[in-house]
């Protein structure tokens, strides 16, 4: 028996960072995110062996361990083996061999929320498995839980309900840990416009977000000023990016996001470099109205949105820097589960 689980990673498109505490918890924030088709994929396959094998396929990491209530956290395979621990703590179950595998479709560090929609992933299988009782708000909470708690991972709260949501959702973030989700119903000529003038660009290069989102978390605490005014001004991008979508503003998407990268490199340090302002500042010339770092920056992939037909000129000058434009789709669906017998 198998059980399979896939879940979306996702694009920032405004309001990035607001959904981190304690701005969140303090100021409320607001992000508007949307799913692609690129997916954290994770499978259980019970075996006859008494052994836990947990492997990341596109890490090409594996380990193995006795069967056990309590997987030991070392520093690698974490994500996997954290789920399994709450799952056995919250929902224990008898123990048998079993092999836990996973693989997602972009790099980690690469700023498409890939480690959150990992566990999300992860979480879907043992619950196909279990057939655990977890509605969607209750599956993206636990998986932040995880992340955040157990793990002691720093980082913010969207990429764990985009990715059990899916498609385009304006997100609102509160203390306490409340979340509202709200799905965006938005014309099919639009999205496919947006499509189609909107560039996933990866730049080859991945970063730690851990100490990009640290050092913003310590900018709030002491109250500094820049920084909280950034956010501020980010969650407004957010309402903004909302409006132009909905209404169909779309010569408007490019300033939108120009505005909110120049806020967002207010908010910490190493947000932005000089390699990513000269590839900005090139998709600018080429023709692109405005663009983002995706994830808390500092490396990844970038987003530049193109206007008319010059997504081509763009591309080709993008192409010069080294990096690889990354073909993707818009996605309507969240996580999906199921058995394969």
Not at 63 to 70: A, D, G, T
Not at 118 to 138: Q, W
Request: proline letters at 3%; one cysteine or more.
């Amino acid at each position: 028996m198998i059980y399979r689980s896939k879940a979306p990673l996702r694009i920032g498109l405004a309001g990035g960072g607001t959904d981190v505490s304690p701005y969140s918890d303090e100021f409320g924030g607001a992000i508007l995110n949307a799913t692609l088709s690129l997916h954290a994929h994770a499978s259980i396959e019970l075996i006859d062996e008494p052994l836990i094998i947990v492997e990341s396929l596109d890490k090409k990491q594996k380990q193995e361990y006795p069967l056990s209530n309590n997987l030991p956290i070392t520093g690698e395979l974490d994500l996997l083996k954290g789920v399994y621990n709450r799952i056995q703590k919250d929902y224990p179950f008898t123990l048998k061999g079993f092999r836990l595998s996973t693989f997602v479709d972009a790099p980690a560090g690469s700023g498409l929320g890939t480690s959150s929609t990992l566990v999300v992933a992860i979480i879907g299988a043992f619950a196909e498995m279990l057939k655990l009782p977890l509605g969607d708000y209750d599956m993206a909470h636990y998986a932040y839980e995880i992340e955040r708690t157990d793990l002691q991972l720093a980082g913010g709260r969207q990429d764990q309900y985009a990715a059990t949501f899916g498609g385009f959702n304006f997100m609102e973030f509160y203390a306490n840990d409340k979340v509202i989700v709200n799905p965006l119903r938005i014309r099919q000529d639009y999205l496919s416009e947006l499509e189609h003038n909107l560039v996933l660009y990866f730049t080859s290069t991945t970063r730690e977000s851990a100490s990009i989102i640290t050092e913003q978390q310590r900018n709030v605490k002491e109250k500094n000023i820049k920084s909280i005014d950034a956010m501020h001004q980010l969650k407004e991008q957010a309402r903004m990016m909302k409006e132009a979508l909905l209404i169909g503003k779309l010569d408007h998407i490019g300033e939108i996001l120009d505005y909110g990268f120049q806020q967002k490199k207010n908010m910490a340090a190493n947000i932005s470099n000089t390699g990513i302002e000269a590839i900005y500042d090139a998709a600018k010339k080429a023709g692109a109205t405005g663009g983002k770092i995706s994830g808390a920056g500092g490396g990844g992939f970038m987003i530049f949105y193109c206007p008319g037909n010059s997504r081509y000129q763009v591309i080709e000058t993008l192409n010069t820097f080294g990096g690889k434009i990354n073909p993707y789709q818009f996605t309507k669906h969240g996580l999906t589960t199921w058995t394969i017998q």
